[in-house]
């Protein structure tokens, strides 16, 4: 019972760290706050943020790239795009939704799972606007707001004032 408790706590604290997000708007990734960019997501990316940090948050974008689009995959190197940038994309196909797009040169995180032939799966955390994102990504309603007047029924309508002359 004990290592069971242990097990679901740790699991929220987990999700509490790496909640869901989607990319409002475009937005560059950084290698840190205000930092170089290597990257971007496009709109409607599904993000997991990691940490915020003032106007920025750390987040992880994941997607599938063709295996050609990278180098350094043998031995002990860190796989890396290639010499030109490339597209990651929501499933292994050529024509799923991009979801970001990686510079040259930019070091990824590959998967040993999820991939199919001529694919890889792959990861890159870096930095993006806080502003660029919109809340977790199984928000159906808008949050609550937080402004609590109480609606009344309108009142009778103000009759029109008569001028010289007219009679009320």
């Known amino acids: 019972l004990t290592i069971s408790l242990l097990v679901s706590t740790l699991s929220l604290a987990g999700a509490a760290r790496a909640q869901p997000h989607v990319a409002k708007t475009p937005a560059a990734i950084l290698t840190a706050p205000n930092g170089r960019a290597v990257g971007s997501v496009r709109q409607g990316a599904p993000l997991r943020v990691l940490e915020t940090r003032g106007a920025f948050a750390r987040v992880s974008v994941d997607g599938f790239v063709e295996r050609t689009h990278l180098s350094g995959q043998r031995g002990g190197a860190t796989p890396r795009v290639g010499n030109r940038a490339a597209v990651l994309r929501s499933r292994a196909a050529s024509a799923a939704r991009m979801v970001a797009s990686l510079d040259a040169g930019t070091s990824v995180s590959v998967a040993k799972e999820g991939a199919?032939?001529?694919?890889?799966?792959?990861?890159?955390?870096?930095?993006?606007?806080?502003?660029?994102?919109?809340?977790?990504?199984?928000?159906?309603?808008?949050?609550?707001?937080?402004?609590?007047?109480?609606?009344?029924k309108p009142g009778p309508r103000p009759q029109p004032k008569a001028s010289a002359g007219e009679v009320a």
Do not use: K
């Open 116 to 152: 199919t032939a001529g694919w890889v799966r792959v990861s890159r955390t870096g930095w993006v606007l806080r502003s660029s994102l919109i809340g977790p990504v199984n928000a159906g309603r808008a949050a609550p707001s937080s402004d609590r007047r109480v609606a009344t």
